[in-house]
């Protein structure tokens, strides 16, 4: 095995030089001699010898904990010692890494690697996998990483996610610092390997310990062809330490590649190896062969078409003098080099049988379809897509065969891997390009894939090889009581490929289709799948997670064609859609919901009559009152439209209830609670929502005396949305009343055994806590918050539901005021800091606008907990996070992120009022917040969220700010004068 460590030697040659002249110049510290007005940036500096030590972490160890869990995690690509080598083989081997492994490297100035180059199945894998067990229990491994092109998670980026998580494996101080730096740039979690090397490994070197190897195993080179694999082998791992110790395993024949100039010598190795296998190899002169390698240039690209393309001509010496003729350039650079490679693909298209009507035919069916698919396909799967056109997986292996020159590693060995082209250049030449009967039409073959995916669909999409179609029918759907059940998510290796293709891409090529190319059989397909029975479609791709856009199919190839006697029916195809949508509406997709329901709507309203029976007429109600739902849950621009259909969803059901209360009382309360949402969401004041709130708590207050354990929970909320109107527009009075009552409703069915949702008791409690601290009965109300506290941990406990958590995490926040408010500060700061921890954790999950807008209400609450207890500068800090996070929120959820805006920034500029010596710096935040709040006073005239943060106040600040400063006097005057007025 001493040749394979000889393998690399030419990488240490230049470094050993540079070394030897750094160590014999290294006598004295020399840095900056000499030298005269300059600056340094970005400096971390370490001064020893009584001078200054500076350490700042300013993460927490949540914060740190958090980055981290960003960094790639890979499955199936570590060491396993069920598959290291038999006990007594491979001894002298064993033996001679491991020596290599703790040689004292006081000789070398930089990590060595050791080669190991074997052929396939000669057990290179195993005494990986041995190594990787023997340097684990001489705590000595980093990492060990396995390669293998069937494993998706098997990639560059993730061996440089191993070796980052291996490294805070090391030491607690270097996973502190590799947090730290994740934490000021998120971006390099998922940033590629290369700049993570740079940025994240290169900077925490000085921090590893120096008397112990630190062992680094990769396996399989050959099976991960991404170009970066090299380059950081050859580039990077000579900049670490001697303390570093790479073992890397890999086929002889693999073809690993680079690019560039500076990188000849790799691509001389690659096209050397690539010949010395073939039988014409040797019979190329020794000046065509550097003609070869100095027309590459350093580009693998082009080395490698140009070597697959030689190994289907006729007379490979002779063809390699014609390819190589002229001089090339950089491809990616210029046109020019663009244009060679074309050449370069038309020269390897022209040598294919084309005179071969077979050859050519099956071409244009498979080239195209590996031109035109949305996501490359394997062999067996295009083989099973293509089926119907009588395209078997042995035609498309021959196929590829021939165009191998222009596939990325193709191999027949592997049916399951997924079949790419070379280049997207090829992808571009082929449809673009490339003259006949070289050219493939895509526009022509999204026509037959778009038929092909609607026969497959048709065919192959049923129960039996997709057992979760059906979830959308039963009696729930028109239930306004039932429970609607949960999508069943599909992953993509749960059925068949070419199924799994049809589904996902069927409406990107139907879509891709003009409308003068559909014919009758294509149309009666669009039919049969999209209008007779879309409920399979649409049930499979909202497992899918891509959701089928169908209206806008349906709208595409709307007026070509009429509805024969094989349509269900606009009744039916109204519940096929409003199953679904609500089904979407209730799994968080409302943007996908709602072009559905309002199809329903749409559907159903042309069924309407004058004698409509009430079950179509409750329809209509409840598929309105979905499109208000989800209308409502949009961005601000949409909740007048929202209200303006709740209202008439309200007005049906009105109807209905007045024939039969029995019958339709659930759904006239269940869209008069969707018309008070719309309401307390629009833009404007509307006191209207109290009465509104009335109605449904009174209803409510009847279908509870007819089952308590049915009606418990949505009557508690809905009196906490009574308190919560009440207290905005109508009285104290009313709030407390619906608090306690809430409360006192919550306790009685808790003592009679019916069971009550604990998360809505703790929202009652939650207010009835405020409202006694407000009358100043504090010790009451920290009672009720912390059994509110109580109830929602238990819950979380059960169950972690995100929407339990996050009212977890603002009844922690509401308790800390309370408990700020009792000069309990610190107590506070640490409620409070549970709070932001658990919002932030919910926002690294989720993406709710809810979870970041409580977030910010958090962090500027503890903002202010940290500076009543005299940590100004630490509280300044999260409150400028807050208002961050407010600031970018308002501009597509301004309803949401505006209320806590002006919160913070009352925080902010209060605090700085006694901290600053330039007042004037201050004068902007304090600007923001007057034009905040007198936005707020106009939508929500008594908004109360921590503490009432009046118009008046802010008004007070800003003049007072203007005073000190000496600005503005007019002004502050005016404003002073205003604020009087709201007072008074």
């Not at 598959?83 to 491991?98: F, K, N, V, Y």
């Not at 104290?732 to 998360?759: C, D, G, H, M, Y």
Request: glycine letters at 4%; hydrophobic letters at 40%; one cysteine or more.
């Amino acid at each position: 095995m001493e040749s394979f460590r000889k393998a690399f030697s030419k990488l240490d040659v230049k470094r050993k030089g540079r070394s030897e002249q750094t160590s014999s110049e290294s006598n004295g510290i020399h840095a900056f001699s000499g030298a005269s007005n300059f600056a340094l940036q970005d400096v971390n500096l370490s001064i020893v010898g009584r001078d200054l030590h500076i350490n700042q972490h300013a993460c927490t160890d949540t914060d740190i904990k958090n980055a981290l869990q960003w960094i790639a995690n890979p499955r199936g690509c570590s060491w396993d010692p069920s598959r290291a080598c038999i006990q007594g083989t491979r001894s002298l081997h064993i033996e001679e890494i491991s020596s290599w492994i703790v040689l004292n490297p006081d000789s070398q100035s930089s990590a060595e690697m050791f080669i190991i180059a074997d052929s396939a199945g000669s057990g290179k894998s195993a005494l990986a996998h041995t190594i990787c067990q023997q340097a684990q229990k001489q705590r000595q491994l980093v990492a060990g990483f396995f390669f293998d092109k069937m494993e998706q998670q098997s990639t560059t980026s993730n061996m440089m996610g191993a070796l980052i998580r291996g490294l805070c494996n090391v030491s607690d101080q270097i996973k502190r610092q590799i947090g730290e730096i994740l934490v000021e740039d998120t971006t390099l979690a998922t940033a590629p390997p290369v700049r993570q090397f740079e940025e994240i490994i290169l900077p925490v070197l000085k921090c590893l310990p120096v008397d112990r190897p630190l062992v680094v195993v990769i396996d399989a080179l050959d099976e991960e062809s991404d170009i970066v694999l090299l380059h950081i082998l050859r580039e990077c791992v000579p900049r670490l330490p001697a303390s570093f110790r790479f073992i890397a395993y890999h086929t002889s024949t693999a073809p690993l590649s680079l690019t560039g100039e500076t990188n000849r010598g790799d691509i001389d190795t690659y096209i050397t190896s690539r010949l010395s296998t073939t039988k014409y190899g040797p019979k190329i002169p020794s000046d065509l062969l550097d003609a070869f390698i100095t027309k590459a240039e350093g580009l693998f690209l082009w080395a490698a078409t140009v070597l697959n393309h030689l190994e289907n001509a006729f007379d490979p010496v002779a063809e390699l003098k014609d390819v190589v003729h002229g001089k090339s350039t950089y491809w990616r650079d210029d046109d020019d080099a663009v244009k060679k490679l074309q050449d370069l693909y038309l020269r390897i298209l022209s040598k294919f049988k084309w005179s071969d009507s077979r050859f050519a035919n099956k071409y244009q069916k498979i080239m195209g379809a590996l031109v035109t698919v949305m996501e490359p396909l394997s062999l067996s799967g295009l083989a099973g897509l293509y089926a119907a056109d009588g395209i078997t997986e042995e035609d498309v292996h021959r196929l590829c065969k021939y165009v191998q020159p222009l596939l990325q590693g193709y191999s027949p060995e592997r049916p399951q891997q997924p079949i790419r082209l070379l280049h997207l250049s090829v992808q571009e030449y082929l449809s673009k390009h490339a003259p006949p009967p070289y050219r493939l039409i895509c526009k022509e073959h999204h026509i037959v894939l778009s038929r092909l995916c609607l026969t497959v669909v048709k065919r192959d999409l049923n129960s039996t090889n997709v057992p979760m179609l059906g979830f959308t029918e039963g009696d729930w759907v028109w239930d306004p009581r039932a429970t609607v059940p949960e999508i069943p998510e599909l992953a993509r290796n749960a059925f068949l490929e070419y199924l799994w293709y049809s589904c996902r891409f069927l409406g990107n090529h139907t879509l891709s289709i003009s409308e003068d190319d559909f014919d009758d059989e294509h149309l009666q397909l669009i039919c049969d799948v999209i209008f007779a029975n879309p409920r399979p479609i649409l049930e499979v791709t909202a497992g899918m997670g891509h959701f089928l856009d169908i209206i806008a199919l349906q709208k595409h190839v709307q007026g070509l064609y009429v509805l024969g006697s094989n349509d269900p029916g606009a009744s039916a195809r109204a519940e096929i859609y409003y199953s679904i949508a609500r089904s979407l509406y209730y799994a968080d997709f409302d943007v996908e919901a709602l072009p559905v329901a309002q199809s329903a709507v749409s559907l159903i309203r042309e069924t309407l009559q004058d004698r409509t029976k009430q079950s179509t007429k409750m329809q209509l109600a409840m598929s309105l009152d979905l499109v208000a739902r989800c209308l409502g849950d949009l961005a601000i621009g949409r909740h007048d439209e929202s209200l303006q259909i709740a209202e008439e969803a309200v007005s049906i059901s009105r109807e209905l209830d007045a024939a039969s209360m029995q019958d339709y009382r659930p759904l006239l309360v269940m869209t008069a609670t969707t018309r008070t949402r719309a309401m307390t969401l629009q833009s404007s004041p509307c006191p209207e929502v109290v009465a509104a709130t009335r109605e449904c708590v009174e209803i409510y207050r009847q279908l509870f005396k007819t089952n308590a354990a049915e009606y418990a929970d949505d009557l508690v909320s809905e009196l906490i949305q009574l308190s919560a109107v009440s207290h905005l527009y109508s009285s104290e009075l009313e709030f407390v009343q619906a608090v306690q009552e809430a409360v006192k409703i919550s306790r009685r069915l808790v003592a009679e055994n019916i069971i009550v949702f604990p998360p809505i008791m703790a929202r009652a409690l939650v207010r009835l806590s405020l409202h006694l601290s407000d009358e100043g009965k504090v010790e009451d109300g920290l009672r009720a918050g912390s059994e509110a506290l109580d109830l929602y941990r238990n819950s979380v406990a059960e169950d972690p539901d995100s929407d339990v958590q996050a009212g977890l995490g603002e009844a922690l926040r509401l308790y800390s005021v309370l408990l700020n408010d009792d000069n309990r500060m610190e107590e506070a700061v640490l409620v409070c800091r549970e709070s932001v921890e658990l919002y932030r954790q919910l926002v690294a999950g989720h993406t709710s606008v809810i979870y970041s807008s409580g977030l910010a209400e958090s962090l500027a609450q503890l903002g202010c907990n940290l500076d009543d207890c005299g940590r100004t500068d630490e509280g300044l800090s999260l409150v400028r996070e807050a208002i961050e996070i407010q600031r970018q929120g308002i501009v597509e959820h301004r309803s949401i992120f505006l209320p806590g805006l002006g919160i913070s920034l009352l925080f902010y500029c209060s605090a700085l009022m006694d901290v600053t010596d330039n007042p004037q710096e201050n004068i902007s935040h304090m600007e923001e917040m007057v034009a905040v709040r007198r936005e707020i006073s106009k939508s929500q005239p008594r908004l109360c969220v921590n503490t009432e943060v009046s118009l008046a106040g802010a008004l007070s600040i800003l003049a007072t700010e203007y005073i000190k400063c000496e600005v503005n006097k007019e002004e502050a005057i005016q404003l002073l004068k205003e604020s009087v007025e709201i007072i008074y």
